[in-house]
């Protein structure tokens, strides 16, 4: 069956270069990408994918940083432009590249709505990615509501990526993060607080088909199913200031059956518990087979084998296992392949 990978990182080269123009400062980038080579070099990034054969395919995402975080508003739609373009060079020239998710200069939200068009328009963009938060700023920003609404009526995903670094601090009287905690615990967090204020924001009543593509399948979101469903039910029980027991009002459903409509994507690491979790939590029609290559210790390979293993060790059908590898993708990425 194909594997069609929905959440893995590269930069365009011609982005790369673009990048370190406009922020030469950025060194942790620096330091990633001169130690992992594959998130620039397309042949060195071809050659490590032979590993899983002719059934093993690629649907592209620029990594990290987010480019607002990288330029301003005046330079951050030029540097989208750059990204996007390249990426859609990739998918041209590599059959293995089946598709690419489009980078937004969110700092410019008109910007970004027009970037948004112009690259599933006219480069054939399979959707958006966006960010847990635009410089501090929650996705529920009335700023960001014309990305959502232009995604719903074209019926493509949104992907999202948590952003948290270690300025963030784990306690407040801390300067930053300790011991990388803004990543191992920091991530899933950003991913279930964004998912929580998009439902409770009405999202999902405003939107019914609106489809969000979580990274790490859910970050927090179904190991703790339980506080999200009778806790969450019970909203505004722990809150003396404000009655918010009015938002549930406003809801048409339970807090619980909105946070079962986001997507998860397979990337966790190669852990078969929180695989079999997610699994369970959003069910077969919103899990998508992705691997987050090439942040393995391995530096490519790693994670994809990883997250193949854990899949095809599932006690499933072979019917639910495609659907996850390739049906769902082919579905919700109208991908002709």
């Known amino acids: 069956m194909l594997k069609i990978d929905t959440f893995n990182h590269i930069f365009p080269v011609e982005y790369f270069e673009k990048m370190n123009d406009v922020a030469p400062g950025l060194e942790d980038i620096g330091k990633r990408v001169r130690n992992i080579p594959v998130l620039v070099d397309v042949d060195a990034r071809l050659r490590m994918m032979e590993e899983f054969g002719d059934e093993y395919v690629q649907v592209l995402t620029l990594s990290s940083p987010p480019i607002e975080r990288v330029a301003g508003p005046g330079t951050s739609p030029e540097l989208a432009t750059v990204a996007n373009d390249g990426m859609a060079r990739l998918v041209a020239e590599q059959d293995k590249f089946v598709g690419f998710v489009a ?76 011991y990388e905690i803004w990543w191992t615990f920091g991530w899933p967090y950003e991913t279930s607080a964004m998912m929580a204020r998009l439902v409770f924001g009405g999202y999902f009543d405003r939107f019914p088909d609106l489809k969000i593509i979580t990274h790490h399948l859910g970050g927090m979101a179904p190991y703790f199913e339980g506080r999200i469903g009778p806790g969450m039910d019970q909203l505004g029980a722990r809150t003396s200031d404000q009655d918010l027991s009015l938002i549930l009002d406003r809801l048409e459903k339970r807090p619980f059956d909105y946070f079962k409509q986001f997507y998860g994507d397979t990337a966790v690491f190669g852990s078969a518990a929180a695989t079999r979790c997610g699994l369970e939590f959003f069910g077969q029609d919103n899990v998508l087979f992705a691997s987050d290559c090439p942040f393995d210790p391995e530096k490519g390979p790693g994670y994809i084998r990883e997250t193949i293993r854990v899949l095809d060790d599932l006690d499933v059908s072979d019917d639910l296992r495609t659907q996850i590898y390739e049906g769902n993708a082919r579905r919700m990425l109208r991908l002709q392949l």
Do not use: C
């Open 103 to 178: 980078s937004l200069p969110m700092n410019n939200p008109d910007a970004s709505v027009t970037e948004a068009k112009r690259a599933i328009d006219q480069l054939g963009a399979t959707g958006v990615q966006v960010f847990t938060n635009v410089n501090g700023r929650a996705l529920d920003h009335p700023d960001f509501l014309p990305i959502f609404e232009l995604m719903a009526a074209y019926d493509l995903p949104i992907w999202v990526h948590p952003a948290r670094g270690a300025e963030m601090p784990d306690y407040l009287d801390e300067d930053e993060s300790k």
